[in-house]
């Protein structure tokens, strides 16, 4: 059984979900989990005392929240240390078009590039947007930015991209991962 950190950066809620979904998965594998806002991390908690690290970070205006690019930079000696993973949520992967998939991972591309570090694993998930929860100008900048059309019946209905069957395999590859690195099993 390892001790497995994610680390996530939200702008709306829903990398928060994910996150949340992911570390269910690893504790039904046994595993030992820690899932915390990159915003709320106590001053005095050391990633270097788990056994995996996972980061998660979604996509605002073309770019990761600037609090998970410091934090991978100010980590990057334990990071190279631990088994480690990376997971997007974006608009872009909730496409399911070749150029959308582009667009996320060249999203995945710059971050790696600002931030010097490779992770192990990668996940990229289709995000959500929360229509009722935007005023007139942002709800009309977002259909444009996304080019996605509202319900006739209801313009102001949220649409949620997430693939979570893809999020559950995600979280037990890199279980899996963890478990071989560290030499476990999910039942020990």
Do not use: C
């Given at each position: 059984?390892?001790?497995?950190?994610?680390?996530?950066?939200?702008?709306?809620?829903?990398?928060?979900?994910?996150?949340?979904?992911?570390?269910?998965?690893?504790?039904?594998?046994?595993?030992?989990?820690?899932?915390?806002?990159v915003k709320e991390i106590d001053p005095g908690l050391d990633i270097d005392d788990f056994d995996a690290?996972?980061?998660?970070?979604?996509?605002?205006?073309?770019?990761?929240?600037?609090?998970v690019r410091k934090f991978v930079n100010a980590n990057q000696a334990v990071l190279a240390r631990k088994?480690?993973?990376?997971?997007?949520?974006?608009?872009?992967?909730?496409?399911?078009?070749?150029?959308?998939?582009?667009?996320?991972?060249?999203?995945?591309?710059?971050?790696?590039?600002?931030?010097?570090?490779?992770?192990?694993?990668?996940?990229?998930?289709?995000?959500?947007?929360?229509?009722?929860?935007?005023?007139?100008?942002?709800?009309?900048?977002?259909?444009?930015?996304?080019?996605?059309?509202?319900?006739?019946?209801?313009?102001?209905?949220?649409?949620?991209?997430?693939?979570?069957?893809?999020?559950?395999?995600?979280?037990?590859?890199?279980?899996?991962?963890?478990?071989?690195?560290?030499?476990?099993?999910?039942?020990?």
């Amino acid at each position: 059984m390892a001790g497995i950190i994610t680390i996530f950066g939200t702008g709306e809620g829903q990398t928060a979900k994910v996150a949340e979904r992911i570390d269910a998965e690893l504790r039904a594998r046994g595993h030992e989990t820690t899932t915390v806002n990159v915003k709320e991390i106590d001053p005095g908690l050391d990633i270097d005392d788990f056994d995996a690290v996972l980061v998660g970070a979604s996509i605002h205006m073309g770019r990761q929240q600037k609090a998970v690019r410091k934090f991978v930079n100010a980590n990057q000696a334990v990071l190279a240390r631990k088994p480690n993973g990376f997971f997007q949520v974006s608009g872009s992967s909730g496409e399911e078009t070749e150029e959308g998939a582009a667009e996320a991972a060249r999203y995945v591309d710059e971050f790696i590039e600002a931030t010097n570090w490779h992770p192990d694993r990668i996940g990229l998930f289709g995000g959500a947007l929360r229509f009722s929860e935007y005023g007139f100008l942002m709800r009309a900048l977002v259909k444009f930015v996304a080019r996605v059309e509202s319900s006739e019946e209801n313009p102001l209905a949220d649409v949620e991209y997430t693939d979570w069957e893809e999020v559950e395999a995600f979280a037990n590859e890199f279980a899996t991962f963890v478990e071989e690195r560290l030499g476990e099993t999910a039942e020990d």
